[in-house]
């Protein structure tokens, strides 16, 4: 497995797999890897020749200075999981790098950027475009893997790719969880022991929304809620109801794919959670 330390040798070692007619699979993480993670890994195998995983915590998605500082890092953890995994190249690019001196260039979906999670994290999925975008450009893959966890975060990429005619297929992969139900996150290390028992309550709300039998946007709303606020511990900090693709607000009886976008804060840690639930 090859590190590149900087965008120039990431750029050759792409090179190098082109020149034998491979194709070229994208994993962007921001590294302190989990199984979530190596399952975005395993899906880019199955679907390119080579896989190219970047481990970059990315300033410009980062609200408070506070939030970038304490985000967990380990790489020489990371590291030997991707070796484990398969992995064909590592891309650990400086900042100074990717956001040269002088830069002043962004990327933005500016409707889906802007609601949702976006109206209560200014400039956050702005950030995200703006490096996936650059990613994109420094490794030109064939296929991109992001998760449905950011449920918003993929639905915004698959925009921008669109948009943008990036010829790259992007692939969602599935929510990959604790056995107890959490989706797997590299904040879940930050909980106390009383809130990551508690933490279950976010994947049992979407279980019972699942099961309701009279689907309408209000019955989900409802039970998420109640669901939630019966866990003393968990305070409910976003519930969007949407269309699933394009995230427009829905009212009534369900008609088309619809997800429920679930953000929920325990002792200042924000985790969220998602579920599309069919009509
Ligand atoms: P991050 O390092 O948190 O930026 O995440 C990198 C990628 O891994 C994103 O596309 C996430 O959506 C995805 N991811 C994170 N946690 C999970 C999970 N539990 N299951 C599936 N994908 C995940």
Redesign the pocket.
Known sequence: MQVCRTISDGRKAVATFRANAETVGLV????FLHA??M??VKTAKAKADRVVVTIFVNPTQFGEAADLDSYPRDEARDLAMLQDAGVDMVLIPEVSDVYPEGDETIVETTRMANMLHGEVRPGHFRGVTTVVARLFNFVQPDVAC??E??YQ?LQVIKRMTRDLAFPIDIIG?P??READGL????RNVRLTAEDRAAALVISQSLDAAQAVTDKSVDSLRDTIRKTINAEPRATIRGLDIVEAETLSDISGPLTTPTAIMLSVEFGGILLLDQRVIQP
């Open positions: 962007p993480t921001m590294g979530g993670h399952e975005l992001f998760g966890k950011d975060q992969v929510i990959v989706a797997m996150s590299s």
